[in-house]
Nanobody, 127 residues
Framework: QVQLDESGGGVVQAGGSLRLSCAAS????????VGWFRQAPGKEREFVAG????????YYADSVNGRFTFSRDNAKNMVYLQMIILKPEDTAVYYC????????????????????WGQGTQVTVSS
């Protein structure tokens, strides 16, 4: 099993940037594909971005494509979500999620595909 711990959230003005981090403990992160999801008040949890086990494939929701960049460092058991040009509609709790897989280069895009979840970190973008 793997335990996930997000950090890096905060309050930022529109147009600003933040970098979220997710640290894994337990089993090596290299066995897992990882995703970021977010949930705003009164809305369903939605997919933001995903990265394959080997980091060679990434996939982004249309709403963040070109503004967010997902990367990973398996040696450090870390993944990162760099967010730029933030908008008020990006305000949400952001969750890191992991799925164990034998496939090195596949990205899953649905919450039900992920078995392990962190507690979330709040991102607030003010207008």
């Amino acid at each position: 099993q793997v335990q996930l711990d997000e950090s890096g959230g905060g309050v930022v003005q529109a147009g600003g940037s933040l970098r979220l981090s997710c640290a894994a403990s337990g089993r090596s992160f290299s066995y897992y594909g990882v995703g970021w999801f977010r949930q705003a008040p009164g809305k369903e949890r939605e997919f933001v971005a995903g990265i394959s086990r080997n980091g060679e494939s990434t996939y982004y929701a249309d709403s963040v494509n070109g503004r967010f960049t997902f990367s990973r460092d398996n040696a450090k058991n870390m993944v990162y979500l760099q967010m730029i040009i933030l908008k008020p509609e990006d305000t949400a709790v952001y969750y890191c999620a992991a799925r164990e897989t034998v496939i090195l280069n596949y990205v899953a895009g649905k919450a039900r595909d992920y078995a392990y979840w962190g507690q979330g970190t709040q991102v607030t973008v003010s207008s």
